[in-house]
C-alpha cells in the first residue's frame, strides 16, 4: 500500500511519485486523509471527530440510527422494550457475534462496557451524558441485557447508537485508559486495528469472518476493502491534491473553497449536515468581564452571521438555533440570532464599558479584549477573522489564537482561553447536556447549577413529543438570554470521494462508514 510518509512531512504533494506508487496499489486497499492527528483511539474516552471516524470502523454498537429519517434500528441487538418511564431497557443480543480477539459478544460483555463507562465519568465526556442516572446493567442470560435508570430516560437509546456506547471486548476493558487511547483495543466490527502512528496513521484490515453489519449497511458481509489506511494530512492543499492525483481515496474533510473543484466527472463530494450542537462560541464565564450576562449576549448581538456563508463549506450554513436544523427538537430562532449591533452598544453601556484607546471598550482597568484559541487544524479560521471584524466595531477586541493541538489541548483542559469553539454531533436535543450544565465537560468554567442545568436534565426525562419540544424551547431559551452559548454555524461532513470510489455513506452523525465500500478498477 501506498505510504503517505513523505507527504505529510513536506505537506506538499508528489504528483510523480504518486503516480508510480498508485499503479502497484491492490485493488481492495483504501487510504483516506484525515485532517488532523489522532489523539484516543477508545471510543469510550474520545470526543474528537477524527478519533471517532477511525474508531466507528471497527466498534459495532447496540443499535443504529437512520441518518434520513432518525430511526433507531438493529445492529448487535435485534431487539429491545422499553418500560413506559423510559427507567428500564432491555436487549435481545445477536447469535454468534465475536470480537477481534475471538472473545463472544454476550450480555455480560455489553454489562462490562456500560459499567466501564459509568466509571470513566470525566473521562468519558459523551458518556457521561449519555448514561446520566444510570443505576446498573444485569444480564438477565446469556443473550438479554436490562439497563435500569434512576429516573427516565427517553434519549438512552439514541444513546446505544452512538459510537461512544460502541461495545469493546472485555479483555480490551482490562487494559488501562492510557494502553487503550494508544490502540490497546479489540472491537466487534468490520474492520481490525492494525498498525498505530498517532501522528502519521492508522491502518486497518477486513475483519475475516464479519457477518453482522447494521440494518442499515447494503453489503452484509466481510467487507471489499481489506485494507484500510487512515493517513494524517494535515494541510488542506495536500489531502486535496492527493484525491485529484490518486495518492489519496478520500479527503475527509473538504474545504469550501475546494468544492467547486468536484463536478460530474472526476472525484465525487458526499455531503451532509451534522445534527447536534451548532459550532457555538462559549465564553468561560469565570473570567471577570464574562462573569457579565450583558456582555456575552452583546457579543451574540454584534454578529452578522449572514456573512459567514461565503466562507462555510457545503451544506453549512449560519446558525438559527442553538440545535442544527437536523436534530429533533429544532426550531428556527432566527428572530434571537439576529444582527443587532445597536442593542450590541446598549447592552455594553448598560454594562458600564465606554469607548477607550484603540476603539476598545473598558470598565475602568478591565478592557473588552478577548482570547478564542481553537487548533490551527481547524476550517474556520476565516470565520474567526470575520467575527473579530464585526466585534472591533462595537468595541470589543477578539484575538482569534490558532495552537498546534497538544497546546490546544493543555490550555482548554486548564481552562487557560476566554472563549473556545465547539460543537457536538448527536441526533438527540439531550446533546445540550454535554456541553452546558455545571455537570458536563463544561467549557464555560460555571460552577454553580441554575435554570439552565435544570431545562437541559429536564429534556432527557421527558417522553410525550409535545412536552419534549416545549422542554428543548425551555432549555434553548435559557441558553440564548442568558448568553451561555453564542451560536455560528451549522457544521456538515463534506467528504471527496474518488472517482472509483463507491459505497461510501455517511451515519446519523455524518460520519464515514467503508463497509460498503469498494474501488472499482
Known amino acids: 500500500m501506498l505510504r503517505l510518509t513523505s507527504l505529510l512531512a513536506s505537506g506538499t504533494v508528489l504528483l510523480a511519485a504518486c503516480a508510480t506508487a498508485d499503479a502497484g496499489r491492490p485493488p481492495d486497499s483504501f487510504t483516506a486523509g484525515l485532517a488532523a492527528p489522532v489523539s484516543c483511539l477508545d471510543p469510550h474516552q474520545t470526543p474528537q471527530t477524527p478519533n471517532l471516524q477511525v474508531s466507528r470502523q471497527f466498534v459495532d454498537s447496540l443499535t443504529d440510527q437512520d441518518p434520513r429519517t432518525g430511526k433507531i434500528v438493529p445492529w448487535l441487538a435485534t431487539s429491545w422494550k422499553v ?17 477481534s480477539d475471538g472473545a463472544p459478544l454476550d450480555a455480560a460483555a455489553v454489562v462490562a462496557n456500560l459499567d466501564d463507562i459509568s466509571r470513566l465519568g470525566a473521562r468519558s465526556p459523551l458518556g457521561s451524558g449519555y448514561l446520566a442516572g444510570y443505576e446498573g446493567a444485569s444480564a438477565l442470560d446469556a443473550k438479554t441485557v436490562e439497563v435500569r435508570f434512576g429516573a427516565p430516560s427517553a434519549q438512552f437509546l439514541q444513546a446505544t447508537s452512538m459510537v461512544t456506547l460502541g461495545i469493546l471486548s472485555p479483555g480490551t476493558l482490562k487494559k488501562t485508559p492510557e494502553q487503550r487511547c494508544a490502540g490497546a483495543l479489540a472491537g466487534s466490527g468490520p474492520f481490525v486495528l492494525g498498525r498505530v502512528a498517532l501522528n502519521e496513521e492508522v491502518r486497518l484490515s477486513a475483519r475475516t469472518g464479519y457477518a453482522w453489519a447494521s440494518r442499515l449497511a447494503a453489503h452484509k458481509s466481510v467487507p471489499r476493502i481489506r485494507e484500510l489506511t487512515f493517513a494524517i494530512v494535515t494541510d488542506p492543499s ?107 452598544a446598549r447592552l455594553l453601556d448598560a454594562a458600564g464599558y465606554r469607548r477607550g484607546p484603540g476603539g476598545v471598550r473598558a470598565k475602568g482597568s478591565q478592557r473588552l479584549s478577548f482570547t478564542l484559541v481553537y487548533s490551527a487544524n481547524e476550517p474556520y479560521g476565516s470565520v474567526y477573522q470575520l467575527m473579530a471584524q464585526q466585534l472591533a466595531d462595537v468595541g470589543i477586541e477578539l484575538r482569534p489564537t490558532p495552537l498546534d493541538d497538544a497546546t490546544n489541548s493543555a490550555r482548554q483542559s486548564s481552562g487557560d482561553y476566554d472563549f473556545v469553539s465547539w460543537a457536538v454531533t448527536r441526533g438527540d436535543p439531550t446533546v445540550l447536556a454535554s456541553v452546558y450544565p455545571v455537570e458536563s465537560a463544561n467549557p464555560l468554567r460555571r460552577t454553580r447549577p441554575d435554570q439552565v442545568d435544570g431545562r437541559i436534565a429536564r429534556i432527557a426525562t421527558v417522553l410525550d413529543p409535545t412536552e419534549r419540544s416545549r422542554a428543548v424551547e425551555a432549555a434553548a431559551e435559557a441558553i440564548l438570554s442568558g448568553g451561555h452559548g453564542i451560536p455560528l454555524f451549522e457544521q456538515a461532513s463534506s467528504v471527496g470521494l474518488a472517482e472509483q470510489v463507491r459505497g461510501v455513506r455517511l451515519d446519523a452523525s455524518g460520519r464515514p462508514i467503508f463497509q460498503d465500500a469498494e474501488v472499482r478498477a
Not at 83 to 96: N, W, Y
Request: charged share 25%; glycine share 8%; aromatic share 8%.
Open 83 to 99: 418500560d413506559k418511564r423510559a427507567e428500564r431497557f432491555t436487549f435481545t443480543l445477536r447469535d454468534g457475534v465475536t470480537f
Open 238 to 344: 495536500a489531502r486535496h491534491g492527493s484525491l485529484f492525483s490518486g495518492q489519496l481515496d478520500a479527503d475527509l474533510q473538504v474545504l469550501q473553497q475546494d468544492q467547486r473543484s468536484f463536478g460530474r466527472k472526476g472525484p465525487q463530494l458526499l455531503s451532509a449536515a451534522r445534527p447536534g450542537i451548532v459550532f457555538t462560541l462559549l465564553p468561560n464565564e469565570s473570567r471577570p468581564a464574562l462573569r457579565d450576562p450583558g456582555v456575552r449576549r452583546a457579543i451574540g448581538a454584534a454578529l452578522d452571521r449572514s456573512r459567514f456563508a461565503a466562507l462555510l463549506a457545503a451544506g453549512e450554513r449560519p446558525a438559527t438555533d442553538v440545535l442544527a436544523s437536523t436534530t429533533p427538537g429544532y426550531a428556527d430562532r432566527s428572530a434571537d440570532l439576529a444582527y443587532a449591533p445597536d442593542e450590541a
